[in-house]
């Protein structure tokens, strides 16, 4: 039998196979941008994202970085705000004196405070076209009015879209069309020691570009916000700097400027911090979707867990999260979670610690299951919980007692009565020995312990008197002891070294 031969003409094959390769490029990049982003209902801001995040050699900026700043720059814009503040006291008191006033009458009057403008300076960076800004909050926080200049000397009133004080992030909406942006990167991807640039407008001089390395990512516990995940650099970065851009050599935005250490100045020191442009894209879609940010909710108290904690709890290495504290009736309860547990990974990754936890159960939207892998009593157990919504909660005095030994040696404690519970501002029925007196060179003061903090439980055994807590106590010696603490109505778990 013959076999036949289809022939096709060479500019066709050729033709189709163009075709193929252009078709399969644009679906491989419109997955690449759509894969890892939540939506939350609503229509997001129509951003530009970053299509290049491959390494940049240095070589290639022989003249300097002219190419990645000169388009970044007009992306950037000045904030200034206003807003109405009652005056202080009167600066001349005797005004208002009785002995004053029967010489003179009534003729100066009361001399009541007068309102007066308060005036801020700040920067911010358009995100979208049409005139989406983002910059911080603080930057416009109580402002009743809001302008905004672009690099070009235009002005315009800006309307406040929405807030979030809880990581710093706002955005604003001006009334402006074809107007220059940056590419939004991914900062997750950024690396210590990759070259950024700094862009705003310090003291009011005019736009500035600094530059420096990412000195860190994923600082946190600093007490600027609720939610922190910074990045720091070295970039120079100065009151009114604030809101502005944190840049990478491929102009892409990765981070909104927020905040710097000044050493007790008030100028740069060389340590500035910039939320990360994934932690603020995804505030900024929420603002503008809901008017507001929804996060995910466990009700529970995390913390770290240190390497002293981890031989208490029977784990071979730090890591995790303690939870310290359940509150009733939360998501965490109702799944059956308990002090003591450690929280080992989230969906199947691993939690590295307590603000870690916070960060990623704030970021999944309330509804969502999650499975908890954790450690109680040192044996391993999976748990299921479906998140809550994040609401506002609360922004959560004795004489010598009882003294300890051994490694809780200078540290006194008392009988935790009503009357000390009340002046506490602890929930009624609170248990445990309140600390009445430290001494600040023992042991106990070197872990953080402060008269006023109720020991609830020594070495995981509950107290509710001296009497248990010298039970509890008894054989310690000169070991470490694992104290859980009561302060301000929040636990949290104390492990104390012998002195040595």
């Known amino acids: 039998m013959k076999s036949s031969v289809l022939h096709i003409p060479r500019w066709l094959a050729t033709a189709v196979v163009v075709v193929a390769l252009i078709g399969g ?33 240095l070589a290639n900026f022989s003249n300097g970085f002219a190419a990645v700043l000169k388009p970044a720059l007009p992306a950037v814009v000045n904030i200034h705000t206003s807003k109405i503040v009652k005056e202080g006291q009167n600066a001349m008191p005797f005004f208002n004196d009785p002995f004053f006033r029967q010489f003179f009458g ?16 700040g920067s911010g960076v358009i995100i979208t076209s049409d ?20 690099s070009d000397k ?20 001006i009334d402006a069309t074809g107007l220059p942006t940056l590419a939004l990167g991914d900062s997750s991807k950024l690396q210590v020691g990759d070259v950024i640039f700094a862009i705003g407008d310090p003291f009011g001089v005019g736009e500035t570009a600094t530059m420096g390395i990412a000195s860190a990512t994923g600082r946190s516990g600093l007490g600027i916000e609720n939610y922190e995940d910074f990045i720091q650099t070295d970039a120079a970065i100065n009151p009114g700097n604030s809101g502005g851009a944190m840049i990478d050599l491929h102009g892409n935005l990765i981070g909104i400027n927020t905040a710097i250490a000044t050493g ?11 939320i990360p442009i ?8 929420q603002l503008v979707t809901h008017g507001k940010v929804v ?43 308990k002090r003591g547990d450690i929280i080992l990974r989230v969906n199947g990754e691993p ?56 490694t809780l040696q200078g540290l006194h404690v008392q009988e935790l009565t009503p009357d000390i519970v009340q002046q506490l501002n602890l929930p009624a029925g609170t248990h445990g020995v309140v600390i009445s007196d430290i001494d600040p060179v023992s042991s106990a003061s070197s872990a953080d312990l402060q008269r006023g903090d109720v020991i609830q439980e020594v070495n995981r055994k509950p107290v509710s008197s001296i009497e248990q807590y010298k039970q509890a106590l008894a054989g310690a010696d000169n070991k470490p002891v694992l104290l859980l603490v009561n302060r301000g109505g929040t636990t949290h778990y104390v492990d104390v070294e012998p002195a040595k």
């Not at 003729?107 to 801020?120: K, V």
């Not at 240190?306 to 309860?333: C, M, N, W």
């Not at 999944?364 to 909660?393: C, F, H, M, W």
């Open 351 to 406: 939690v590295s610690s307590a603000n870690d936890l916070r960060l990623r159960i704030s970021q999944t939207a309330p509804g969502t299951n999650v499975k908890l892998a954790i450690s109680r009593d040192g044996k391993p157990q999976d748990i299921s919980i479906t998140l809550g919504e994040y609401r506002d909660e609360k922004e959560a005095s004795a004489g010598p007692g009882e003294s300890s030994e051994g």
């Open 264 to 274: 007790g100045g008030e100028g740069n020191v060389g340590i500035g911090f910039a």
């Open 278 to 285: 994934n932690m603020a894209r995804s505030v900024m879609d």
């Open 131 to 150: 005139g989406t800004i983002l910059t911080n909050n603080h930057v416009i926080d109580g402002a009743s009015d809001i302008k905004v200049q672009l």
């Open 25 to 57: 490029g644009v679906l491989a990049i419109g997955l690449r941008n759509w894969s890892g982003h939540e939506v939350y209902g609503a229509t997001s801001p129509d951003v530009t994202l970053a299509r290049n995040a491959a390494p940049v050699s």
């Open 295 to 337: 996060r995910g909710y466990l009700g529970l108290v995390p913390q770290d867990v240190t390497p002293q904690i981890a031989k208490q709890f029977g784990l071979s290495e730090p890591g995790g999260a303690l939870i310290a504290e359940v509150s009733p009736d939360t998501p965490a309860s109702r799944a059956g979670l």
């Open 154 to 173: 235009r002005e315009f009133s800006a309307k406040l879209i929405g807030t979030d004080p809880r990581t710093d992030i706002a955005v604003l909406k």
């Open 106 to 121: 009534n003729q100066f009057g009361q001399m009541q405070p007068r309102p007066e403008r308060e005036r801020s300076l």
